[in-house]
């Protein structure tokens, strides 16, 4: 062990389609026997070997942070990463968020405190550590924004020289980040898919270390510490659901794998069950879920663009993992995303972008539908800071009062 840093326990990667044993890429890979580009890999554990070291009391005397989870994460111990203030981000009770929800109650962790202001800096700062442990001399990835102002904002820490690829539609603020924390940044007259595409062939050619979370399968490790947070930060008062915005499906897929690790380590006595949550016009994961099959040909559009995702290349990993959890799908509108960025801000004080308010308006959309009870416990995942998209914002807060000053003399 390095000082509080405990040794991963990774043993090695398999098909999520045909479970086979892998070999372990340097970044991105699919399955080299399906021939199957929605064939990703899931990264395994010696549990039992995890479950000796990772106990409540070993993790009452570690730094807070989510390199407490050292078993359960793909890279080496590693000193430098410890000044990296990822993770144990706070858990907030809204009682009166609650009511408007219709919940008996609702608490929010609020990933928007992460240093790039978004629940993304969790993965990037897996794969900017395993990127270094590797010896790549660049990273890449493409975005519609956070994972993009994430890899920019990490790598900027670290040192790591980060070449980022968006669409043309991408927020004047995520922009200006990116700018900000001096990654080389390219904007794809196209879209997200174009964008992803134009990213994939430059890793190839180039030797750069692919980012994108989709084909990477350490960087949805570094996801699942959200979920292995809210299973220790709420141990004792579990919640019956965890509910989640959903894109392209690594961050459902790693929250609810992070929640069903800490269960089989017996660090929760139950597991909650996870609420994805989608665009009403954009919802090709709940299909996927409902159907057991992805329509590639999908098309949509929601307003929030960080699931803005018509073809979620991690579909078939985010519906094993909901299914382990005993999971559920609802579809909100852009009308009920922008209520619930006022809402979330008015009842609890937190400015959330249109993603992250998808998960609070997904909760009351969950009880309309009957899929969540009036009664229940419910933890809501703030992925983003609504300062990455005040255009939005700004069309559903309503207007200042004006008024004159006082008169002179």
Excluded at 74 to 87: L, M
């Amino acid at each position: 062990m390095s000082g509080s840093f405990a040794p991963s326990t990774m043993t090695n990667l398999t098909c999520v389609v045909c479970g086979t044993i892998v070999p372990a890429p340097v970044s991105a890979g699919t399955c080299p026997d399906c021939g199957d580009p929605f064939a990703t890999l899931e990264v395994n554990y010696d549990m039992d070997r995890a479950a000796k070291s990772l106990t409540r009391a070993s993790l009452a005397a570690r730094p807070f942070g989510h390199w407490r989870y050292g078993e359960l994460l793909p890279v080496d111990p590693d000193e430098t990463a410890f000044d990296w203030p990822i993770g144990w981000t706070p858990v907030l009770d809204s009682p009166r968020l609650a009511a408007w929800a219709g919940v008996a109650k609702l608490r929010l962790k609020d990933d928007a405190r992460n240093p790039t202001a978004c629940f993304k800096d969790r993965a990037s700062s897996v794969g900017v550590l395993h990127a270094m442990q590797r010896g790549a001399t660049r990273m890449a990835c493409a975005s519609t924004g956070n994972a993009a102002t994430s890899l920019a904002g990490i790598a900027a820490i670290a040192g790591m020289p980060a070449t980022i690829f968006v669409p043309e539609r991408a927020t004047d603020a995520k922009l200006t980040q990116l700018l900000a924390f001096g990654a080389d940044v390219r904007r794809v007259r196209g879209s997200y898919a174009q964008a992803y595409d134009l990213c994939t062939a430059e890793c190839n050619r180039n030797g750069w270390y692919n980012r994108n979370c989709a084909v990477n399968p350490y960087l949805v490790e570094g996801k699942k510490t959200c979920g292995l947070e809210i299973a220790e930060q709420t141990a004792d008062d579990l919640p019956d659901w965890v509910a989640v915005s959903v894109g392209d499906g690594c961050t459902v897929a790693g929250i609810a794998k992070g929640l069903r690790q800490m269960h089989e380590l017996g660090l929760i006595e139950r597991l909650p069950r996870v609420l994805g949550v989608q665009g009403s016009r954009m919802d090709p994961l709940a299909l996927a879920f409902e159907t057991g099959t992805l329509d590639a040909s999908y098309t949509g559009h929601t307003m929030a663009d960080s699931i803005d995702v018509p073809v979620p290349r991690n579909w078939r990993k985010a519906v094993l993992r909901m299914k382990e959890v005993n999971g559920a799908f609802v579809r909100v509108t852009d009308d009920e995303m922008g209520k619930a960025i006022v809402s979330t801000g008015s009842l609890a004080g937190v400015f959330a972008e249109p993603a992250a308010a998808a998960s609070v308006a997904g909760v009351r959309r969950a009880v309309a539908d009957g899929v969540i009870e009036p009664g229940a416990s419910v933890l809501a995942v703030i992925t983003g800071s609504g300062l990455k998209d005040i255009v939005s914002a700004r069309k559903v807060v309503g207007e200042p009062v004006e008024v004159d000053p006082l008169p002179e003399g």
